[in-house]
């Protein structure tokens, strides 16, 4: 253990945590825009099984962003009370994404509520407006939140790391040079973090449904169901697309830029010194001769851990090419209205769990590999020298969290997804009258 | 506009939409199981409908409440980041205690007892809302305790240090917060006034309907809210009492800020570091005043059905609870935790004056709020994004009275 990290039980707590909240609002933000879509296709085709399928979405979507919603509240106190000093950093400096996102979440909690209880009520172009407008908060919700997650990783222009006791019991502060600066929160590399968390928010929702709906396909052979899946596999495989090959390299570039160390950690370059590897050169500059600082140049009080290439390399990178291939083959089958061979069409069972588990490979990627610090900066030389505020200083230094109580957190941080299927499985339990499910 | 009048202002409003959603939950926490035990012991039909319809209600604005929790929580992190991060380092248990009983333990509950009425025998039904109103108020109860020490810093330690750049550190000693003596009249008070505004929203609203359409449902809500409201009344009124003379004792910028005159017991030369920004003495006049009003409305809605009697209650109602937060929290201006008197002195006799105006100094608002806060600078420079939020809060306030309108009365039509 280094002092620059925090205890590693509490941040196992943390990261279950985080990784539970992502779920659940990656599920409102796909289930809300399947809903929309749905209700889309049927004001264009009037298909009345499209509308069931838009208000069970809707449906689903109201549980996943009320217990959603709550999941937020239990993260906000964890920040309050375990990493207590990331508020002052938060105050200090990342507040603006914050403050623009209650925005997006009262366009979120309000037009949902609108949405849900209007069904019948409005013409089919006000309803769809609505629920468009929900959408349009869900988005806007997770584009700040993913301004700050990207500030974590890379500190944006302008910002000053400073040391500050205060009190005893706050060690960093960050601060922009100026109050416009602030702005700086959204600069085109928080951007492309942005818009990669976005996509992969939907990606992961999708996949999941889509992967029920195979299920569902295979053993019902209901060709409303088949239709569903013509709309999302190839959306999927596009998203995909977008996600691996332009957003993917950006993001790659600016991890090369802004944290070497991690991009080593990530490539699972475990060499000192510079050294050149063909590949990665390749699919960075389009040559074979560049070199890269490799793991071990960095002292190891500020290596991320080692295991960082299963994540990166074997979860996110080898499951998000699977999962981009499968789609793209069977969407075009889909599209040419045509069935692929039964057996291939049974791998998208697994189309769920593979994106699940490349979506904790990437924001074990994202996350980790900032380890030990946070609002990384690479203040240049050989080898670049990086730093930031290390995470162990916005622990709060007034807690001790015991294995009895990091089991009570644990269990209070599953017991709301329990609740959520609980609830999924009352709203979505088949009914006598027919209709979707 | 200066620094901290922003930061008060915005804190105030959220805290005003807040407040009163916030009584409203605690309130039928309790007075629907009650409903329930009156409607089975009884045999009054129309009570147990009554918690039925409300239960409804209950679960949508504990939502709406809880987005403006957040709300607050960001605001309070935005605008005073430092006394935010000091608040939930030392007093963690507390934040913990009611997020895990009020919030992860509650919610479930609650959804359980609103779709249990017609599965579970109806004295168990009743114990359930019980557990689940019990729960509820742990988030109060340990709410509560901060804003005690907000008035009387009590477990509160300051030791002088030299690497700090505020000139000391702080811990706190819990078991001394909990024996805040202005933390049981403050409960009380509270949950007091949540039962009370609780019930007078509950008679208006029966009183409006019943007189465009008596029936015996809406008689038998105007008539037990009515009631409620008057003894619930009562009740506050004597906690409010009783929280002010420990707020006399303890707290002297609140209490001079609140009665408009200094304790008597305080020296003069102590005058100018107690001496409030605001005098609110004729905010406290007024909050007697409207309660004096609205004890005349639930009478006559005692006594009869009537629309305007209903109106005058529901707006009067939310004023009050309203106005007497502001008071509450407005009333420690210049100070975030208004420094004890025993306190002073000590520092004074250990450190010298000039620690003491330093303690004193770092813990006003506008020393927390013009630290390391570029949101309050940003507005400072450009004010517009402050009148912009206003509209853009304003629209969204008026939104969730539609959306509350289209969840529980449209959709019922």
Known sequence: MNSLYAPLLVRYVSATGILVHLLLASMFIGTITLAVVSEGIYAYAKDARWLDTAKMFGRVAGIFLGTGAAFGTLVEFGLVTIWSNFVSIMGSALVLPFYIELYAFLFEVVFIVFYEFTWSKLGRGVHLALGALTVFGAYFSAYNILAVMSSLSMAPPGLIIKQADIGGLISYVAVFQSPTQVFNMYWWGAQVFIWHGMLAATILSWSIVASIYVYKYLHGRDPHHLAILRVMIPTIAVLTAVEGFLLGHDQGELVLSADPLKLAAMEGMFWSGLKVDPLLSFFAFGTTNHAFWGYYTWPASIRPPAFLPFFYLVLMVGLGAAIGGWAAVTGLYLLFRREPPTWWFKLGYALGPAAGLASIGGAVTSETGRNPFILVQNLGGNPPAITGVPVSSIYNPTITVSPLLAAAILLVILAIPGLTAYMLYLATRPRRAGGEP | ?413
């Open chain 2, 1 to 413: 506009m200066n620094a901290a009048t922003i930061a008060v202002a915005l804190i105030a409003w959220a805290f005003s939409i807040h407040i009163p959603i916030v009584y409203t939950v605690l309130g039928l926490a309790w007075l629907l199981p009650t409903l329930e035990y009156l409607g089975y012991r009884r045999g009054n039909e129309n009570y147990v409908s009554m918690a039925r319809n409300m239960g409804a209600y209950l679960i949508t604005i504990y939502a709406i409440g809880g987005l403006f929790g957040t709300i607050i929580t960001v605001f309070l992190a935005g605008l005073l980041p430092v006394f935010t991060d000091v608040a939930g380092a030392l007093f963690w248990p507390v934040w913990g205690v009611a997020i895990v009983f009020g919030i992860v333990i509650a919610l479930p509950m609650l959804g359980f007892y609103y779709r249990t009425f017609a599965s579970l025998p109806p004295m168990r039904h009743v114990a359930v809302g019980y557990l689940t109103a019990v729960f509820m108020t742990v988030i109060p109860a340990m709410f509560r305790m901060v804003f005690a020490v907000i008035n009387y810093p009590i477990g509160v330690e300051i030791t002088k240090s030299s690497s700090s750049i505020i000139g000391f550190n702080l811990s706190v000693n819990l078991g001394q917060a909990i024996g805040n003596p202005t933390y049981p009249p403050l409960l009380l008070a509270t949950i007091a006034a949540a039962l009370a505004l609780t019930s007078a929203l509950m008679a208006s609203i029966h009183s409006w309907r019943g007189a465009s359409s008596p029936n015996a449902y809406y008689e038998a809500g105007r008539s037990l809210g009515a009631k409620l409201a008057i003894a619930f009344g009562a009740l506050w009124a004597v906690f409010g009492a009783w929280y002010l003379y420990e707020v006399y004792l303890y707290s002297p910028t609140v209490a001079w800020s609140i009665m408009g005159r200094p304790p008597s017991y305080l020296p003069s030369a102590f005058l100018s570091v107690y001496q409030p920004t605001y005098d609110l003495a004729w905010l406290l006049y007024l909050i007697i005043a409207l309660a004096v009003v609205d004890l005349i409305a639930l009478v006559i809605i005692i006594r009869r059905p009537s629309k305007t009697a209903a109106a005058l209650t529901l707006m009067v109602s939310l004023a009050i609870v309203d106005a007497s937060e502001v008071l509450n929290g407005v009333a420690h201006m210049p100070y975030a935790l208004v420094p004890p008197l025993g306190a002073a002195e000590s520092l004074v006799n250990s450190y010298g004056v000039s620690f003491a105006v330093q303690v004193a100094h770092t813990l006003q608002v506008s020393t927390f709020v013009s630290t390391l806060t570029p949101l309050v600078d940003l507005i400072a420079m450009d004010p517009a994004i402050l009148y912009i939020s206003a509209v853009g809060f304003a629209f969204f306030n008026v939104l969730i009275f539609v959306v509350i309108y289209y969840a529980l009365v449209h959709r019922g039509k």
